[in-house]
């Protein structure tokens, strides 16, 4: 059964901390993406990336950054956070497939962030 | 640009009635399409897509849409509610190809009872 993995369900944390949310996915997917979810809002990205160390800015990149060092692996950081970051996080993969891909994304189970 | 637009944050049914959840795009090119299923505290599932094979699309749970290109729409239906549809559910456009991206609406969340 193929599986993408977020390492943290539940977190929370005081303004001003670093964070790190990590996801991990079993499929061999060259694409990954953090996704931030709020009600009212649905889906927004905030990073994507397609290979190993490259990453391109979503729609909300503000305040965040990531890393992917391994091509299973895609973390998500706040440098800094913040209450306006409290939300749902979600990362998710898919399969490159060049004119082929038709953009179905795999999803983790999510993590929710408290910044207090 | 792409965009998805779902009419309707909440819908209420009865059990057994009719499901109906609405979705409208905006694509310069034939999209792809998606329904993907939230429940409490969870992931997103694919219900369904459409990768323009046939317009009537069947998913999981006995859910289906139907692409109407001359509507740009992609409606969500399921002829018979159950408790256990009760969820959020998202539509989601891309337009393939490459390092393409999913767009997704806001949700609609349904809510069936007794």
Known sequence: ?116 | AQSVTQLGSHVSVSEGALVLLRCNYSSSVPPYLFWYVQYPNQGLQLLLKYTSAATLVKGINGFEAEFKKSETSFHLTKPSAHMSDAAEYFCAVSEGGGYNKLIFGAGTRLAVHP
């Open chain 1, 1 to 116: 059964d193929v599986k993408v993995t977020q390492s943290s369900r539940y977190l929370v944390k005081r303004t001003g901390e670093k964070v790190f949310l990590e996801c991990v996915q079993d499929m061999d997917h060259e694409n990954m993406f953090w996704y931030r979810q709020d009600p009212g809002l649905g889906l927004r990205l905030i990073y994507f990336s397609y290979d190993v160390k490259m990453k391109e800015k979503g729609d909300i990149p503000e305040g965040y950054s990531v890393s992917r060092e391994k091509k299973e692996r895609f973390s998500l950081i706040l440098e800094s956070a913040s209450t306006n970051q409290t939300s749902m996080y979600l990362c998710a993969s898919s399969s490159y497939r060049g004119n082929a891909n038709t953009g179905e994304l795999f999803f983790g189970e999510g993590s929710r962030l408290t910044v207090l």
